[in-house]
Each structure stands twice: as C-alpha cells, then as structure tokens.
C-alpha cells in the first residue's frame, strides 16, 4: 500500500508538534509511581443508548441464528450424530484461530470484536446461507436442472457475501479498530473458520456418522466420520479461510485510504475474487463426477489452489512484519517532539525485543511492571496508528480531527503513566535523560555526558525525558536524511543537565 494523499493544512504535522491541538505540553521527566498502585488501563468509550440497542439488536440476531442452526440441525442429523458431528468439527478450531491469532500480535483486536466476527460466521452466515441453498436447490429441482448449480452458482455468492457481511459492519462502525490489512485477515478469518466449523456438523454429523450409522451400523459410521475429517479438515481446512481472506485484503486497504473510489472498489473486487475461488473450488468435484476424470481435480487442487494457499500465507507473513514496523517508521516523529526516546522506539520495532522489553519491565518492576510494559507497547503501537491515519488523510471532518487530537493526547499521558513503572529503576543501567536531540548520561563516579543518538539505536536504554525542545522547523516526518531529524547546532556537553533526574 502507497501513502494516501496526505490531509490538508497539515494536520497530521500538527499532531506531532503540537499533540493537544496547541502549544506543545512539557513532557517532564517520568514520576515514579507509588508502590501499591495500579497500572492504568486503556480509557473505555461509555455506553450510549444509541450504542447500547445496537449491541442488544446484535446479540440477539446472533442468538436467534444460533437457536434456529441448532433446531435445524438438531431435527436433521439426531442428537448423536448432532454430538459427534460439533466434537468432530470443534477439534481444529483452536489451532486455526491460533494462526490467525499470531498475525495480530502487534496491535491485538478486542476480544469483543473477534467473537463477533467467528458468532457471525458460525451462526447469522450459516442460517442466511443454509435457507438461501435450499430455496435455490428446490428452484433448480423444479425446473429439471441439476442440483450441482446450487454449489456452483448459488453457494459461493450468498456464503462469501454473509460471511463478509460481519466484518463489513465492523469497518463502517468501528474503522477505526482498523489497522490495515492483517486486521482484514483476521476478522474475515474467524468468521470463515466460525462458518466452516458449523458447516463441518453438517458434514461429519450427517454425511458421515447418521449416513454410515443408517446403512451398516455405528462402526461404519465412525469410519466415514474420520475418513470426512481427514480428507475435508485436515488436508483441505484451509479452503473457507483462504476464500475469506480475499475479501479481507480488500477491506484491510479501505480501511487505510482516503480515497473514496478505493474504499468502495476494494472491497468489491476482494468479494468477487473469493466468490470466484468458491465457485472454482466448488466447480472441481463437479466436473469430476460428471466426466469421471479424477486428474481434473488434482490439476485444479495442486495447480491453482494450493499455490494460491500459499501466496496468502507469504502475504500474511509479509504484511506482519511489514506493520509490526510501524511504530518504527511512524514513532520518529515524537521522537523529535521530545515525548519519547530512541531506545523506546528501537524496543517496538520487532516481537524479539518487545518480549526481552517485558522480560526487562518484570526484573526491575516485578507483575505491575510487566503489566505497564504490555500497555505501554499497545498504547504506543495505537498511537503510530493514530498518526499514521492522520498522514492518509483518514480524518476529513473537523469532529474527526478533535477527536484524533483528543485520543492522541490521552495515548501520551497514559504513555508517561506506564512508563513511570518501569523507568529509572534498573540499578544496573547509568541514569540517561532524553532532550528530543541528545542524550544526556550520568555515570557512577558523577560526570557527565552529552552524546548523539545513533543512527539506528538497537540497545533499549531506559532513559526519562527532559523538558522537549522547540518543534523542527522542517515538517515533522518529512525533513533531511537522517533518522532522528536534524543534529543540534549547539556544542556538546553545554545542554544544562536537567535537575535531578
């Protein structure tokens, strides 16, 4: 993805410079919190009413879908192939959530917001799609034509278009949970794996064990239950998810550009790409049975599909570590600004260092430092994203821009808040403050040091801030090479050091 457009007047320059919308605020050096207190946590949007019957009219269609899929399925399959068929299809449904899990360790989503998506799929997508597949078969039934359509032509639009429906609302209500296209994969990913796994009752409950059951007894039944598994679970799990996640690119891009065309045609094409795949997949056995020609589905299964398969898990991985960077490409710019220090954007920039952040938090600060180093990583990864929307251009209406400006100023303040658990109390490290352009080092036996910051900092000093010098004159983000802005004019070793830090 290409940087939008950027926002107009500079606003996102602003941002930086300026974090409240005015003058920039001091950043003092970092209070030590008192012992005993707690770790804050990420300020909560209240609960309107507005807010509040949307999420009851929510919750009660995902349960209403719920009752009817278990009714229906209750009545087709029976109460014991019903049980077998939901353990049979439960069994893979933590490890494909695992995987999904594993690209969003970053920025991780609320838990809210992925239940949401994996209860849409496994019950609104499913009830919508089992009544629209049996009106089209008995359509086709009645007019002489093949049954088979239905999985051809019918299946794959009504299956994709509601799976999608789901994360479709939260990108019109909730963009802003947003971050790109990894949250595209993940979203879509668990309402495809909800979908597949209420789907898969039908197949292992019903095709397998009741079919094998009514014709030669129980063994046969389980029998076919795991020759089902085998053959649609585990070599083939991935189809719903791989299917889904087209769309989930699509809507990944939308949610990142200003460009309305984009927001629009994105999403559309991603959906017409998975239906397209669907209805390929679908197709294979299709032509299979009616030629007799098993060599068809191999081709289309090891030629197109698995490779396919494979270039979204490269895209995947890809697209992680390339917004895992974020914060190291955006975080610069308050950097500048004096709020934070090189080191600190230096231990966000890959899972490695974030880990041996919290394992250092923990040693010097013990749970509650671990705790503030956890929400300090997220609340900084949320700011990048805040800033980097700001530069797209996301933010068009002036309620928009308050409100960005607002939440940036609360990510700062609960930044410092966090890192007052875990600064300055690593008896091991020599005390080092941070003017927005120098380090300033005390050593043990009391001299004193002024140094540059190096061009790509690795080792995670904890160092506090001093109060943060003028904004740049060039554009924040946008200034002469060089990672950390320009150099300071005045000689080293004459910047006052700051009074007992």
């Not at 949320?382 to 002036?398: E, M």
């Amino acid at each position: 993805m290409r940087r939008a457009r950027r926002a107009g007047d500079d606003y996102a320059d602003r941002m930086a410079d300026t974090p409240s919308g005015g003058a920039l605020p001091p950043s003092p050096s970092v209070p030590v919190a008192p012992p005993g207190s707690g770790v804050p946590g990420m300020p909560r949007r209240r609960l309107g009413w507005r807010r509040g019957l949307v999420l009851a009219g929510v919750i009660l269609l995902i349960a209403a879908c719920a009752i009817f899929m278990l009714v229906t399925l209750g009545t087709n399959l029976g109460g014991e192939a019903l049980l077998i068929g939901t353990a049979a299809a439960i069994l893979p449904v933590p490890v494909l959530v695992a995987c999904f899990l594993w690209l969003d360790r970053y920025e991780p989503e609320p838990l809210k917001y992925l239940i949401f998506c994996f209860a849409w799929g496994a019950f609104v997508s499913t009830a919508a799609s089992l009544l629209v597949n049996e009106a089209s078969a008995n359509w086709f039934k009645d007019r002489g034509l093949p049954i088979a359509f239905t999985a051809v032509l019918v299946a794959p639009f009504i299956e994709e278009l509601t799976k999608a429906l789901g994360p479709i609302l939260l990108l019109l209500f909730r963009r802003r949970e947003w971050s790109g296209i990894t949250d595209g994969l993940v979203y879509c990913g668990l309402s495809a794996i909800g979908f597949a796994m209420v789907e898969n009752i039908l197949y292992l409950g019903g095709h397998g064990y009741a079919a094998g059951v009514e014709q030669y007894g129980p063994a046969t039944g389980a029998q076919q239950v795991i020759a089902i598994f085998i053959g649609r679970i585990l070599l083939f799990g991935f189809a719903h998810p791989l299917f889904t996640s087209m769309t989930g690119v699509g809507l990944g891009i939308a949610a990142r550009t200003a460009d309305r065309r984009v927001r629009v045609l994105a999403p559309l094409a991603g959906l017409l790409l998975a239906m397209m795949l669907h209805g390929a997949w679908n197709l294979l056995p299709t032509l299979t049975e009616a030629t007799g020609e098993v060599l068809i589905t191999l081709v289309g299964l090891v030629g197109v599909m698995v490779p396919i398969f494979f270039g979204m898990v490269g895209l995947a991985v890809w697209l992680r570590a390339w917004e895992g960077r974020l914060t190291e490409r955006i975080l610069p710019d308050y950097v500048r600004a004096g709020w934070l220090t090189p080191p600190e954007v230096a231990a966000l920039s890959s899972l490695g260092r974030r880990h041996a952040a919290r394992a250092w938090a923990r040693r010097v600060a013990g749970d509650a430092g671990l705790r503030a180093m956890r929400g300090y990583q997220f609340a900084a990864t949320r700011l990048a994203l805040l800033r980097d929307g700001a530069l797209r251009g996301l933010d068009r209406r002036p309620v928009d821009r308050e409100r960005t400006a607002r939440e940036e100023q609360e990510l700062l303040n609960l930044i410092s808040s966090y890192r007052s658990f875990f600064v300055g109390r690593d008896p091991q490290s020599p005390v080092g403050v941070w003017d927005g352009r120098q380090y300033h080092l005390r050593f043990p036996d009391g001299s004193q040091r002024s140094v540059q910051a190096p061009e790509e900092p690795v080792v995670p000093i904890p160092v506090v801030l001093a109060a943060p010098p003028p904004p740049p004159s060039f554009a924040a983000g946008y200034g002469p090479p060089g990672w950390y802005g320009p150099r300071p004019t005045t000689p080293r070793h004459t910047t006052p050091w700051p009074p007992r830090h």
